[in-house]
């Protein structure tokens, strides 16, 4: 019997989350997404609910060589605390510079470390999800990155390995500890599984049993409500949840998984004008970081993933697709039947899923992953994934 079984409803579920200096009192992490988790996603987010919510990921490479790019994707409301950036690269030097860059200039709170990627463009230079495996490179990482950061806490972020045959996260997740992260957060899926199947969460359960209590371990995949969330709780007995594809189109889950985790009872689902509010209100945020044209262009992407399950027809929808204005998204929301109850089949999976396949690895990869070379051509110049 758990917690979870014996709480009443007005006991927390699990107490506030805290990493390094920073505590919040939902135990929610918001993953980072490209071209998903700007700043405008992240006010809508935060909105809702407490919990870290982390940006788009930063190159240490772009970072430390100031690309304009780059330093544009850093951005963070005056309000937003802490400020939560993840960084991605594969040369410890430059880890280091860009780390310590971070802390010199006050460009964020936290910093998140991601070896969890599974994409082809960043495995092929050993980077994201491959690198765990070269346990050596892996260390000099970590060690750089908390060795500059001072008292800014670091954490990293990856996934149970590379695939079935080659499981990395046990000693990863030792090795990071070792070297002084705040925490280990866990994707329960192989990179070969990229987003597809189901994530084993009985690997999340595996870490937090291989780790010391005082480093909390979060888990990462297939929560798409707030049940999901608290039943990955109670069956790992992980200490907070990262949640990344749940709440696209889905804002509100922060809403949700705070009156969760606090042992109140949920919200009712919105109706279809509510969600028309939310999506306008992310729309008028985007346009507000990205300019209108630019920021309405890239809320067409998010229009599938609000209207999930509600009756609304092809035309309709089409139109929405292809919004040009707030004041035609306007026009479009009004002809929505706004009284349609949420519908059941509105949850589940949202964003990518593809299929698993073979990932792609530098030549001669997985000979020795004792290795601490860094990858010929292995660092990316351009943030955002």
């Not at 999901?228 to 109670?234: C, E, P, S, T």
């Not at 809403?255 to 919200?267: I, K, T």
Request: proline fraction near 7%.
């Amino acid at each position: 019997m758990t917690l979870l079984d014996t709480a009443p409803a007005t006991r927390p579920v699990l107490p506030p989350l805290r990493i390094g200096r920073h505590e919040v009192s939902t135990p929610v992490v918001l993953a980072p997404m490209a071209g998903i988790t700007n700043p405008g996603f992240r006010r809508l987010c935060r909105e809702q609910g407490a919990g870290f919510y982390v940006c788009e990921m930063i190159t240490s490479r772009g970072l430390v060589e100031k690309n304009p790019l780059t330093f544009r994707m850093i951005a963070f409301d005056p309000d937003e605390q802490p400020r939560s950036m993840q960084l991605y690269g594969v040369d410890p030097a430059a880890m280091g510079q860009a780390v310590r860059m971070i802390r010199e200039r006050d460009l964020a709170d936290h910093v998140d470390m991601n070896f969890g990627c599974p994409v082809p463009k960043v495995t092929r230079r050993g980077g994201g999800a491959a690198l765990p495996f070269k346990r050596r490179l892996f260390e000099r990482l970590v060690t750089a990155a908390v060795d500059n950061a001072g008292d800014l806490p670091v954490t990293v972020k990856m996934r149970i390995g590379i695939d079935d045959e080659h499981h990395t996260f046990l000693e990863a997740g030792r090795i990071a500890v070792d070297a002084g992260v705040a925490a280990v957060a866990l994707h329960a899926r192989t990179a070969a599984q990229r987003y597809s199947g189901q994530a084993d969460w009985t690997a999340i359960t595996r870490l937090r049993d291989h780790l010391p209590s005082t480093t909390p371990v979060l888990g990462n995949g297939d929560i798409f409500s707030a049940a999901d969330a608290l039943r990955m709780v109670r069956e790992t007995a992980c200490d907070g949840v990262v949640v990344g594809r749940g709440c696209l189109g889905r804002p509100w889950l922060f809403g949700d998984l705070e009156a969760a985790f606090a042992g109140r009872p949920l919200p009712a689902p919105p109706n279809l004008g509510q969600v028309a509010t939310t999506l306008r209100r992310h729309a008028v945020l985007l346009c507000e970081h990205m300019g209108d044209h630019k920021g309405i262009r890239d809320m067409r992407k998010h229009v599938a993933w609000y209207l999930k399950g509600f009756a609304v027809g092809g035309d309709l929808r089409r139109a929405l697709g292809m919004v040009e204005s707030i004041d035609q998204l306007d026009e479009l929301l009004a002809q929505l039947d706004l009284d349609q109850e949420f519908p059941a089949d509105a949850e589940g999976p949202r964003g990518r899923q593809g299929s698993p396949g073979k990932v792609v690895l530098p030549e001669h990869w997985l000979d020795d992953a004792d290795d601490p070379s860094v990858p010929f051509g292995a660092e990316l110049e351009h943030s955002g994934g």
